[in-house]
């Protein structure tokens, strides 16, 4: 491979994958992002590492995005999403069972949107989705201490450093003018 | 790091929107509303909205790259703990933006090339070289202090992917900030010789932080494409204004003295004298300053500046060292148990 040629071929064919991410329990799922991979189990594997680990999450869900709008598929339960309007995520809703990807979502519409407006719905075999959950199968990093990553673990730092900072030219302002007054 | 003005395309070069269409879509846009990937849009939007990402990504991916030389000489070991975890987040906001602009019809590789090659741009700040602990302090005060500005602004812009991103990046930015203002307070409530450490990388780096914006509006700025079809949300020099407003008065009470600042090609100040026009107008609340030097900002970004061929080298270096890593991604299977 030479220098001009700069990347294997096949990488650039690697499959999109869309991520979804559970912050606590009581929460659904909601669409955090896409990523590339070859197959579904580097595609977990990305999804913890950049969905997964800054913002605590105890289940996320990885599949391959070509599946979600898909028509197609078999007699099974679908897991379906809708994205209320545009400029939101997609969140998951329910699951239905459905003959196919269009069947699924039509479903949804009937169940779960009804009379709402809607901007869009995802649907995929719940066969073809990666499940990864927190409470077997560690999620990277939702079990240390993320303060010093995080913009509030800074927060009451600062501020005390600004006020000792004000204070200290306070005080020299006050000798600098007490020194005037004297001489 | 956030996508400056200085991507333009000539519409006349893109294919003739329909105009019927195009009524529509602007008149969707003006009226706040959104664009998702599937929607129409004119080419012209199309091809802007991919530079905007491609550069953002490219930024934040050269971005890490003064920041890593720093992480094994870091001061302390929350330092060093932070300044990874950063280093970390920006090159996750690359990844982001790359599937964005991957999205928009540019191939990843092709992006990559054409940063490597010099083709496309990045923010021009990360040109300059950081030789002190100081510099890695200011980068994060100043520089992710404007990217927040600047994507705060963004974040109400029209295309979907792209502004979801740029939700999830501020939170991080955030972050960046705050330890930023954490290290310089800790350098300017410390010794002299930590204060001077810190008023040098300042003088270095006040001048690319109000450069950071993008050149000066053109007259007609609200209606060019990027602002009419909000893709950026404000100017340039509202942008600069509002920065100099917040950091101005901050960077004074920490003592630091805000300088007009000479630098040689080495990317060192050579001269530095208080900025005479710093003063506060009451009236508008504005304070004055003088303008970035523009005709060092052109050189450094034409690839003149100090550290442009050095970042390159190394991104070009990772690229071919990483090659092992593909194969394996491509050719191998890991142990973890998958569904399918």
Same mark, same amino acid.
């Not at chain 1, 499959?15 to 595609?43: C, M, R, Y």
């Not at chain 2, 060092?296 to 442009?308: K, M, T």
């Given at each position: 491979m030479t220098t001009g040629d700069l990347t294997t071929s096949e990488v650039e064919n690697f *499959?999109?994958?869309?991520? +979804? %991410?559970?912050?606590?329990? &009581?929460?659904? $799922?909601? $669409?955090?992002?896409?990523?590339?991979?070859?197959?579904?189990?580097?595609?977990q594997l990305f999804a913890r590492e950049h969905y997964g680990q800054d913002q605590v999450c105890i289940s996320l869900w990885v599949g391959p995005r070509e599946l979600f709008t898909s028509d197609e598929g078999e007699n099974e339960i679908y897991e379906v999403f809708v994205q209320w309007s545009a400029g939101l995520k997609h969140e998951h809703v329910g699951e239905v069972e459905a003959g196919n990807g269009k069947e699924a979502k039509d479903i949804c519409k009937e169940h779960f949107v009804g009379e709402k407006t809607f901007f869009s719905i995802w649907a995929i075999q719940n066969s073809k989705l990666t499940k990864v959950d927190g409470a077997t199968d560690m999620i990277w990093r939702a079990t240390t201490d993320q303060t010093y990553r995080l913009a509030s673990g800074y927060s009451r730092k600062v501020r005390q450093k600004w006020d000792a900072l004000r204070a200290s030219n306070a005080v020299d302002k006050y000798q600098e003018e007490d020194l005037k007054e004297t001489y | 790091m956030s996508a400056s003005a200085n991507v333009e395309v000539d519409i006349n070069d893109c294919e003739v929107a329909d105009p019927e269409k195009l009524a529509v879509f602007e008149a969707h846009v003006a009226a706040g509303g959104l664009v998702e990937p599937n929607d129409w849009m004119p080419e012209a939007y199309r091809t802007l909205m991919l530079r905007m990402a491609e550069h953002h990504a490219n930024s934040e991916i050269v971005g890490a790259l003064p920041e890593g030389e720093w992480i094994t000489r870091a001061p302390s070991l929350l330092r060093k703990l932070a300044l990874t975890a950063k280093v970390q987040d920006e090159v996750g906001h690359g990844q982001m933006l790359y599937e964005v602009a991957q999205d928009l019809g540019k191939t990843r590789n092709a992006m =990559?090339?054409? =940063?490597? %090659?010099?083709? %496309?741009?990045? $923010? &021009?700040? +990360?040109?300059? *070289?950081?030789?002190?602990? !100081?510099?890695?302090?200011?980068? @994060?005060?100043?520089?992710?202090? @404007? !990217?927040?500005? &600047?994507? #705060?602004?963004? @974040? $109400? #812009?029209? +295309? #979907? *992917?792209?502004? /979801?991103?740029? /939700?999830?990046? &501020?939170?991080?930015? @955030?972050f960046h900030f705050k330890h930023g203002e954490d290290m310089v307070l800790t350098l300017m409530s410390g010794t002299d010789k930590q204060k001077q450490m810190a008023q040098e990388a300042f003088d270095r780096w006040w001048g690319p932080s109000i450069a950071f914006f993008g050149p000066n509006d053109r007259p007609d700025e609200r209606e060019r494409p990027a602002m009419k079809w909000r893709m950026k949300t404000a100017t340039n020099d509202e942008l600069r204004q509002k920065f100099v407003n917040r950091f101005a008065p901050a960077a004074m009470a920490t003592g630091l003295v805000i300088n007009v600042c000479e630098k040689g090609e080495d990317g060192y100040v050579t001269s530095a004298t208080p900025d005479p026009l710093l003063k506060l107008d009451e009236e508008t609340g504005n304070w004055g300053f003088t303008q970035p030097d523009w005709d060092? +900002?052109? /050189?450094?970004? /034409? #690839?003149?500046? *100090?550290?442009?061929k050095e970042r390159l080298a190394l991104r070009r270096f990772s690229y071919e060292q990483g090659e092992w890593v593909r194969r394996a991604i491509l050719n191998g299977s890991t142990s973890t148990p998958n569904n399918n």
């Open positions: *499959p999109i994958w869309e991520v +979804f %991410t559970q912050k606590k329990e &009581n929460d659904v $799922h909601v $669409h955090a992002g896409s990523l590339s991979s070859p197959d579904a189990s580097f595609a | =990559l090339r054409d =940063l490597i %090659t010099g083709v %496309t741009k990045y $923010h &021009n700040c +990360f040109n300059y *070289p950081c030789p002190t602990w !100081a510099d890695i302090c200011m980068i @994060a005060w100043l520089i992710d202090g @404007a !990217a927040i500005l &600047n994507q #705060g602004t963004l @974040a $109400h #812009g029209s +295309f #979907g *992917p792209y502004i /979801r991103t740029m /939700r999830r990046i &501020n939170m991080e930015e @955030a060092e +900002f052109f /050189r450094v970004i /034409r #690839g003149n500046g *100090p550290c442009n």
